[in-house]
């Protein structure tokens, strides 16, 4: 029986070429996915500069023709990666203040950063890179103002309870988003402590410095303008 068995699976003729399997074939939005996706990587890894519609075309496995149909380039490309990246990063630090708290609050933004360069290192990193394109759907920078722009509704409530001036809402927002930001950044890179720990210390010296704010906060130096 195992003899059957055997002659049963090598019944092609001697004299013909195995067959080979053939490949399905990708739809379009599939195919978009995948050089996405591939964009997305060696953008991270390479930068904009240092990747090329060649590489992106060897890696999907097609033709650089097909990448131009897509995207029209790697400009195009480049843009469509970092407009769903500043879309999600958003989406994540928006859905997250929910608490009621101020506090609570500053704790869920500081997390829903520090989530995001955890689960979307490449990402991140693409979006902290200065933009080589000009006609770019956007740049960190503006990412991180359009952050400012939600805590900035709570920073002006707060004020107006405390009797400050609800006006300066947006700069002390600037402030409060860009310190931790630019402590992503950093940790980034180094991942110590561990994301509990940065985000506890963020919002301590957050809520503390809030906590001891002066209505009308002067210089104690000899310049005065």
Not at 6 to 22: F, G, I, L
Not at 107 to 114: R, T
Request: glycine content about 8%; overall charge neutral.
């Amino acid at each position: 029986m195992i003899d059957a068995v055997a002659t049963d699976s090598s019944s092609t003729p001697s004299n013909e070429k195995p067959r080979r399997a053939r490949r399905t074939r990708m739809t379009g939005a599939e195919r978009r996915q995948q050089l996405l996706e591939i964009g997305r990587t060696l953008f991270a890894a390479k930068g904009f500069e240092g990747t090329s519609v060649e590489e992106i075309a060897a890696k999907a496995g097609v033709s650089k023709p097909v990448v131009y149909e897509h995207f029209g380039g790697k400009e195009g490309l480049y843009a469509v990666v970092v407009d769903r990246e500043m879309r999600r990063l958003l989406d994540m630090v928006t859905s997250s203040l929910t608490a009621g708290h101020p506090r609570e609050l500053c704790e869920q933004a500081a997390f829903a950063l520090l989530d995001y360069i955890e689960e979307n290192t490449d990402g991140f990193r693409i979006l902290v890179r200065d933009s080589p394109i000009p006609q770019s759907t956007g740049s960190f920078a503006s990412l991180i103002s359009d952050i400012a722009t939600q805590v900035e509704d709570i920073l002006g409530r707060e004020f107006k309870l405390r009797g400050f001036d609800p006006k300066l809402a947006p700069l002390y927002a600037q402030a409060l988003v860009g310190m931790v930001a630019l402590t992503g950044q950093w940790w980034l890179d180094v991942r110590r402590p561990k994301k509990a720990e940065v985000a506890a210390h963020l919002v301590n010296l957050a809520w503390h410095g809030l906590d001891g704010l002066e209505a009308k906060p002067h210089l104690i130096g000899r310049r005065k303008s």
